[in-house]
């Protein structure tokens, strides 16, 4: 059998026979045997840096959230939290249906075992046919409760948009008696 010659490649070539990653092949003294105690001191230390910054970073936001929610638990009420989450649910098509099949179900177990919210709660499953210048009177009013800006998305010079802007109006006006409360800007999304 003959002797199979080796091919020759330039030492320190990335990604050739000669030099390949560090951690693949234990670092640079590492050989056979894997990374030597130094160079995992090293990394030990670089993600020890990072864990500890991110985690002083979540702390932070976690403690920020509780004082949101303990404050609107003050001001709106011991329910309020809840009232969010379901807000936040809501705001999409798929939340809306799990919402709308959760309250369907309230209400047929509720006439099954004869509760008078089954027979008196008169929760319509179909489609919303609130008349298109009621919802958005009602939209409007949301929108000046909520303290955005007066642009109707409907437009100029339709029904829809007169009524918007008079349910913003609505809406402004008792915002105003009760009052404008400057909130604390967003925190920075962390990364």
């Not at 130094?38 to 970073?57: G, S």
């Amino acid at each position: 059998m003959a002797k199979q010659k080796r091919k020759k490649t330039k030492a320190g070539v990335p990604g050739e026979a000669g030099v390949k990653d560090d951690l693949a092949t234990g670092g640079a003294n590492g050989g056979h045997n894997g990374p030597t105690d130094e160079d995992r001191q090293v990394l030990f230390h670089q993600h020890f840096k990072t864990y500890v910054k991110a985690k002083t970073e979540v702390d932070a936001a976690t403690a920020r959230f509780r004082n949101a929610c303990k404050l609107a638990r003050a001001e709106c009420g011991q329910d309020a939290v809840k009232r969010f989450r379901r807000a936040v649910e809501l705001s999409t098509p798929e939340g809306e249906q799990r919402v709308r099949d959760e309250l369907g179900m309230i209400v047929e177990v509720a006439k099954w075992v004869g509760s008078p919210v089954g027979t008196q709660f008169s929760f319509e499953l179909e489609p919303d046919r609130t008349p298109a210048v009621d919802r958005a009177r009602e939209d409007g009013k949301r929108a000046g409760l909520a303290g955005e800006q007066r642009k109707p998305p409907h437009a100029p010079g339709t029904a829809q948009e007169q009524a918007w802007l008079e349910g913003h109006g609505i809406g402004q006006e008792k915002l105003g008696k009760k009052g404008f409360k400057e909130q604390a800007p967003p925190a920075a999304a962390v990364t």
